[in-house]
């Protein structure tokens, strides 16, 4: 049979993958308008390097989503970044293997 | 992180339900992946009919076998032979069957074997240790959101008694990208 591997190389893609997909059949957008903007941020970036196709490709999907979502007006970069750092702080400050929460 | 913060602010905000994220993961790592592409496969070998159909109008063939969804559309089955051997790259993204094949490997994505797989489709197949008679033609296709294809290998010599489940076994997904060649039994 085939060889094992794991069909998503880290978490954070999966997570990614299922929140762009879930978005998709929420109805929120549509997935040829999703895929073109996707395509246009691969062309982009690939135009100055080549892309790996892993951490790359999964890079330009989240570029591509947090601008779509900016534009929607769903999640503006200023409180993405803001709730970006609240998690941050959140797993510093939380003891290894406890869970981590935004409270506290 | 970023990802989690916008988990956060549209969950927050009713635009998700954070349960359904962990069953579109299941979903995507259990159940859609390349055995369907395989059961397809498998199925023409064993039925004449069904292949011809297939290859006739691929997207209405795995419609009706419950294949179906996004990017799912578009399907175009080539077939391989004695004279031809048919690979599969993808240009930018959107391209790949996901219903048939689940999600696509890194290195399809990347772009050092897109540019390889056309520039020299031979050594590419020779890293994956396929290695086909010199009067084989390669012919490398271009996969796009408009058309996404399936190769369909060619059925490996001493199969003839087997049935569409023990078929699927052989039928590995690099094979129906034509990276690869279906298993020996």
Known sequence: MTRPEPVFEAPWHAQLFALTVHLNEAGRFDWPDWAARFSATLARHGLTR???GGDDYFTAWLETLETL???????????????????????????????????? | MRVKALE?????????????????????????????????????????????????????????????????????????TDEVHNMVVCTLCSCYPWPLLGIPPGWYKSDAYRARAVREPRKVLADFGV???????????????????????????????????????????????????????
């Open chain 1, 50 to 52: 080549d892309l790996n």
């Open chain 2, 8 to 80: 956060t602010i549209l969950t927050e905000k009713g635009l998700i339900d954070p349960a359904a994220l962990d069953e579109i993961i299941d979903t995507y790592e259990n159940r859609i992946g390349p055995r369907n592409g395989a059961h397809v496969v498998a199925r023409a070998w064993s039925n004449p009919a069904f292949r011809d159909a297939l290859l006739t109008d691929a997207t209405a063939v795995v419609s009706e076998l419950g294949y179906y969804g996004r990017q799912g559309e578009h399907m175009v089955a080539v077939e391989n």
């Open chain 2, 131 to 185: 290695t086909l008679p010199e009067d084989t033609a390669v012919r490398v296709w271009d996969s796009t959101a408009e058309v996404r294809y399936l190769v369909i290998p060619q059925r490996p010599a001493g199969t003839e008694g087997m049935d569409e489940a023990a078929l699927m076994d052989l039928v590995t997904r690099d094979s129906m990208i034509g990276a690869g060649l279906a298993l020996k039994p």
């Open chain 1, 69 to 104: 979502l900016a534009e929607k007006g769903w999640a503006e970069a200023a409180a993405v970044a803001q709730i970006r750092d609240a998690w941050e702080a959140a797993y510093l400050r939380t003891p290894h293997g406890d869970p981590v929460s935004l409270d506290g």
